[in-house]
């Protein structure tokens, strides 16, 4: 992995996360902190940011990871679940232009499920700080390399969990509901 090709001048707000990683291992927690900052479209200065950090231990919650917490706060508290792009009025919160949008900034190299969960919060920016290599390191000992391995494998060939699929005479209600009912909440789409 070669981390030079985006590599970036380091910002106050990944500080913070560092910041709020340390915080968090002296207080029983994982070494790993997030921030989301939510920035008008416009100008790009920053409307309002939330902070978080590993609560895994903590919760006895195995996805309390400090992006997916932190990700958890600013959707819950703008009221949205594309972070990605809010729009005015759409928003619990006030914002001066017609759009924002949020950045995840994390002290550490998101796992694949944090990843993952960036991109489903619609989140287009992030910056990290350490490595995942950094944080695989004898005496840090969090190491994804399993998880990648397993993710590029087929479902037949994967060693740590045996998954099955099986069709139900059900298996496409929930989805043939959704589709066909206008009344159902939609998400990822602009306001009328």
């Known amino acids: 992995m070669c981390y030079e090709e985006i590599s970036a001048p380091a910002s106050q707000w990944l500080e913070r996360a560092n910041e709020e990683a340390l915080q968090s291992v002296k207080n ?18 920053v409307i309002r940011h939330w902070v978080s950090h590993n609560q895994v231990v903590l919760s006895h919650d195995p996805t309390a990871h400090a992006e997916v917490m932190v990700i958890r706060m600013a959707a819950k508290e703008l009221g949205v679940v594309d972070l990605g792009c809010i729009y005015q009025g759409q928003a619990k919160l006030s914002q001066s232009s017609e759009q924002s949008y949020c950045v995840m900034y994390s002290s550490a190299e998101p796992c694949p499920m944090c990843i993952s969960a960036i991109y489903w919060a619609g989140i287009k920016k992030l910056m990290f700080s350490a490595t995942r290599f950094d944080a695989a390191k004898p005496g840090v000992d969090f190491s994804d390399a399993v998880i ?11 060693r740590y969990m045996q ?21 159902v909440k939609r998400y990822g789409k602009k306001p009328a």
Do not use: C, S
């Open 28 to 45: 029983g927690g994982g070494p790993f902190g997030a921030v989301i900052v939510q920035a008008d479209n416009e100008t790009g200065e």
């Open 148 to 158: 990648y391995e397993e993710l590029a494998r087929p479902y037949h060939q994967r």
């Open 163 to 183: 998954v099955e699929y099986a069709k139900t005479a059900n298996h496409l209600d929930a989805f043939d509901y959704y589709k066909n009912n206008t009344g």
